[in-house]
Nanobody, 126 residues
Framework: QVQLVESGGGLVQAGGSLRLSCAAS????????MGWFRQAPGKEREFVAAISWSGGATHYADAVKDRTNISRDNAKNTVYLQMNSLKPEDTAVYYCALRRRYWSDAARDRNEYDYWGQGTQVTVSS
């Protein structure tokens, strides 16, 4: 059974930084694409960033691309999301997701993902 557990969320002032982590258990995820999504109250879940199985390809949403970095450590079965220059509009629950297909690329579409974590709250105060 694959489990994804996010951590690192919290309350931060505008302009601050956070690093979110997503630890996968149940099997190795070294050959699977991973992604981060977020959902603000009253809004649909939206794409934030994704990374291919090798880490060689990444994609970012336009809203975050200049201040966000996604990375992975396959030895630790962990994917990270470093967010800088945070804005109040970044406030949301952040979810990590895993693609079941081996050698999968970075995907923007949430329907490409098969496993989801429970989410971690990020709140940015103005």
């Amino acid at each position: 059974q694959v489990q994804l557990v996010e951590s690192g969320g919290g309350l931060v002032q505008a302009g601050g930084s956070l690093r979110l982590s997503c630890a996968a258990s149940g099997r190795s995820f070294s050959y699977n694409g991973m992604g981060w999504f977020r959902q603000a109250p009253g809004k649909e879940r939206e794409f934030v960033a994704a990374i291919s199985w090798s880490g060689g390809a990444t994609h970012y949403a336009d809203a975050v691309k200049d201040r966000t970095n996604i990375s992975r450590d396959n030895a630790k079965n962990t994917v990270y999301l470093q967010m800088n220059s945070l804005k109040p509009e970044d406030t949301a629950v952040y979810y990590c997701a895993l693609r079941r297909r081996y050698w999968s690329d970075a995907a923007r579409d949430r329907n490409e993902y098969d496993y989801w974590g429970q989410g971690t709250q990020v709140t940015v105060s103005s």
